[in-house]
């Protein structure tokens, strides 16, 4: 049954050309536009820092859309039509969720991934402790597709849903310096590293690659405590959804 | 037998009573047919029947089993085909059968073998390569009774399974059920706005308003409690508001509707008040008159004073 729910939902996420256009064609375009626009204005010993910045970025921020992304599948399944399909089956209702929440996080961790090697093998740059800051952007992305989640089953609307994600990036973004630096002072490097959970995971990112401990500490508890807390939240309210 | 539901309660919200004291019952290989004005509780009974509600008070029992929404093994006897096309669009009608399929625990050369069958029985095995997005609607319509259809369920519940579809398609699925129930000792639940629908295929009919059953029984014999009744249609062009009123006002006159451009009026046997209700009618150019024999609509129009089809097409 597990299997089952894993395949059937990665065959409907494949076949939808355009939400691979959107959440792989488009931020791999958009890393490249901002990396040209950009170099010419910093050094080349800045070089590999500034497709670091933008990339993690970008990254970040389209493990957001990607979770966007999901709640439209949840409410297909479980706040249309087909949920009385679904609920009338012997399939358990949560079972069918944590399956598609499972493969919608290895599908985007996967796209995340797929942004990092980008980054390295077309600019050649280097990463420190590569696979430390994969493991950042995976609990990134466990946190963001719980979120979503969250969401979903508060709401009961993908779109508003998406509406939601996309402030919360906006704004998430902003405040965290990832698209113009900021003025420094203590509350804005605060709101830089800590003001969401898409500054923890380029926190404990920059962490990996620094090689500071504390950092990586700091960022990952940070994003595991989030993930136990959204994680409740959301398992609290599928409940009463799918009940 | 196949459910047997008792005495069956249902409030939405500790208030709304959905059911009230509702009872009845399928037996194997019988269609029941379901009528009942939006908001009659129609849905909620077959909520209940299919497990995704429990009752508040009563009892049901489906395969002799108590129905709840925790009985998982008893949910694989049954199909349901919704009201709505629910088939993931973006799948082929081969991997749509093939989920279905394997949600219900089919798997390998079995589960193949039924895909091809279901294919076949519902005339999709030329385009099961398709995806519904190419289908027109009578097709999305059989391949979403297709989907229900793949663990040989033995009660299967039909809840408007031809809305919005060609006659055609209407007729194909009509036959459809009718050989499910004949061949494959199949029990149905089949609702539908169309009572020529459930006129024509249904074993027992039971209607159902505001809670409970108001009527029950074959459909000759739910027909023959108009016998006697004269039903006359009139039409006309320029329809004025107030002669329902008073045509409903007239003794004898049972029961009055008025659709689209015409009145259903039925009267009682032995009355003769033609020429009255012609007068009534005189500031309306009337272009049709019609005395009929008496249908299931007309037995459901005179139970519950509502026109089935006017009344949307959910509860």
Not at chain 2, 12 to 39: F, H, I, K, Q, T
Not at chain 2, 250 to 265: A, M, N, R, S, W
């Amino acid at each position: 049954m597990v299997d089952l729910v894993i395949r059937f939902y990665s065959l409907r996420v494949l076949k939808d050309i355009v939400g691979h256009v959107m959440l792989i064609g488009l931020p791999l375009l958009l890393i490249t536009i901002m990396i040209a626009l950009n170099e010419p204005h910093v050094p080349e010993e800045e070089f590999n820092n500034l497709v670091l910045f933008i990339g993690l970025a970008y990254t970040i921020m389209f493990q957001g859309f990607g979770a966007a992304y999901t709640s439209e599948g949840i409410e297909n399944d479980f706040f249309k039509p087909f949920k009385s399909r679904l609920l009338v089956t012997p399939i358990n209702p949560m079972r069918y969720v944590l399956m598609t929440l499972s493969t919608s996080i290895v599908l985007s961790f996967l796209q995340s991934t797929l942004l990092i090697l980008y980054l390295m093998v077309v600019y050649q740059i280097t990463i420190n402790n590569v696979l430390g800051v994969l493991a950042a952007l995976f609990l990134g992305v466990v946190l963001s597709q719980l979120l979503a989640s969250l969401f979903i089953f508060l709401t009961k609307k993908a779109g508003t849903t998406q509406a939601i994600i996309t402030v919360y990036l906006i704004a998430g973004m902003m405040v965290g310096g990832f698209f113009f630096s900021l003025p420094t002072s203590d509350l804005v490097v605060f709101l830089e590293k800590f003001s969401s959970p898409l500054a923890w995971v380029r926190y404990a990112a920059y962490g990996f690659i620094d090689g500071d401990v504390t950092r990586i500490l700091v960022g990952m508890g940070l994003l595991s405590l989030g993930i136990v807390i959204v994680g409740l939240f959301s398992y609290r309210l599928s409940q009463k959804v799918l009940k | 037998m196949v459910v047997e539901m008792k005495d069956a309660i249902k409030r939405y919200n500790g208030r709304v009573l959905a059911l009230d004291y509702l009872s009845l019952e399928v037996n194997r290989g019988e269609v029941v047919g379901l009528l009942g004005p939006n908001g009659a509780g129609k849905t909620t009974a077959i909520n209940a029947i299919v497990g995704l509600l429990n009752l508040d008070e009563g009892m049901i029992k489906v395969f002799g089993e108590d129905q709840s929404t925790k009985n998982r093994p008893l949910k694989k006897r049954i199909g349901l085909v919704t009201q709505e096309v629910t088939v993931y669009e973006e799948l082929s009608a081969y991997e749509n059968l093939r989920f279905f399929g394997s949600i219900y625990g089919l798997r390998g050369e079995q589960l193949e073998r039924r895909i091809h069958e279901v294919a076949k029985l519902i005339g999709l095995e030329d385009r099961i390569k398709d995806i519904p997005k190419k289908y027109s609607g009578g097709m999305k319509r059989r391949l979403n009774i297709g989907c229900a259809l793949l663990h040989e369920p033995e009660l299967i519940i039909m809840d408007e399974p031809t809305v919005g579809i060609d006659p055609q398609s209407r007729n194909y699925i009509l036959e459809f059920v009718k050989t499910l129930a004949k061949d494959a000792n199949t029990s149905i639940i089949y609702t539908s706005h169309y009572i020529e629908e459930v006129q024509a295929i249904s074993d027992k009919v039971y209607i159902i308003d505001q809670g409970h059953i108001i009527a029950k029984g074959t459909v000759k014999e739910l027909i023959s409690k108009m016998k006697g009744d004269q039903i006359v249609s009139i039409s006309v062009k320029n329809h004025n508001v107030d002669s329902l009123k008073s045509l409903k006002a007239l003794p004898d006159v049972k029961e009055v509707t008025f659709d689209e451009d015409t009145y259903q009026i039925i009267i009682e046997a032995g009355a003769s008040i033609l020429d009255k209700i012609l007068v009534l009618l005189t500031k309306e150019i009337i272009t049709n008159v019609n005395h009929q024999e008496a249908t299931l609509e007309d037995v459901f129009l005179m139970l519950t004073g509502k026109s089935l089809r006017d009344g949307g097409s959910s509860d």
